[in-house]
């Protein structure tokens, strides 16, 4: 099978279906805190940042394969340049779902310690208990558009996964998808919530939420065709996909599971994780 049809497939299942999987989690019950759901998050979070680290970034550096300090400045700025990238597309996110409300005030504060607030959802509780259904619906539709956009950097460290991979069974891209998919599932129950509370049909909820995955693929595809151009181009654009990856991570993993659930257990199933993202890259 072309390693291509291959990323099309798996990016497919951590996309559409991830997303998809948290619109149907979100449709059939009410968003609370879930301990299972923090453990997984924390566990996602410890192997992407082994993958990160101990992948991503030395395969940056060794993309030459004459030293690592020829690549070390374009490295630096594919991290910033990543890490940027994610970070004003989440920006955009707020500015967009928090229009009409003050996104600093009693219910929604700077700090972001209310698991609403750092999911960018946290305007929907306020809309649907006044029921005000037109707003609930344009909230989602703008909520689905944002993840849309936000999915396309994340393919593309699939794809960057892929990039020389030996076989379609690559270990590395395969578990890149997968801690991907599991990002996914908040980021699908943010889509779907408000357009159930808006009046939506379930099923028509969960397959706009599945939708807004697809970017996903395109983003796979863009990554490996970028990262097959040569050194340089790999070097940077796996230093790209490694800086996004630190900011999905840093700004959205860890903190959505600690605020899921507020005790240390998901810092030992970070640990877990990272060791686990250890032995899939090196054994």
Same mark, same amino acid.
């Given at each position: 099978m072309p390693v291509f049809v291959w990323i099309i497939i798996v990016t497919f299942i951590s996309g559409v279906l991830g997303t998809g999987l948290g619109g149907l989690v979100g449709s059939l019950a009410k968003r609370d805190s879930s301990r299972v759901v923090s453990l997984f *998050? %924390? &566990? @996602?979070?410890?192997?992407? *940042? %082994?993958?990160?680290? &101990?992948d991503l970034i030395t395969g940056a550096l060794d993309a030459g394969g004459t030293g690592r300090r020829e690549f070390l400045v374009l490295t630096i700025a594919g991290l910033f340049l990543g890490y940027l990238t994610v970070f004003v597309l989440n920006r955009l996110i707020d500015d967009n779902t928090n229009k009409d409300i003050a996104h600093v005030d009693a219910q929604h504060p700077a700090t972001a310690d209310d698991l609403g607030e750092l999911i960018h959802s946290d305007h929907y509780s306020h809309h649907r208990q006044t029921g005000d259904r037109q707003e609930m619906f344009v909230a989602g539709v703008i909520m689905a558009c944002a993840i849309a956009l936000h999915n396309l950097p994340e393919g593309m460290v699939i794809g960057v996964s892929y990039t020389g991979a030996?076989?379609?069974?690559?270990? @590395?891209? *395969?578990?890149m998808a997968i801690v991907i998919g599991l990002h996914n599932i908040p980021e699908g129950m943010a889509v779907a919530v408000p357009l159930i509370s808006a009046g939506v049909p379930r099923t028509r909820a969960v397959l706009v939420t599945a939708l807004s995955g697809a970017p996903t693929i395109a983003g796979a595809l863009l990554g490996y065709a970028v990262g097959s151009l040569g050194p340089s181009a790999l070097c940077l654009s796996m230093s790209f996909a490694a800086g996004a990856m630190l900011y999905v991570v840093f700004g959205e993993l860890i903190p959505e599971a600690f605020l899921m659930w507020r005790s240390k257990t998901p810092a030992f199933a970070i640990l877990i994780g990272m060791v686990v993202g250890l032995i899939v890259i090196y054994v």
């Open positions: *998050l %924390s &566990f @996602a979070g410890g192997v992407m *940042l %082994s993958i990160v680290c &101990f030996v076989n379609v069974m690559d270990r @590395a891209g *395969l578990v």
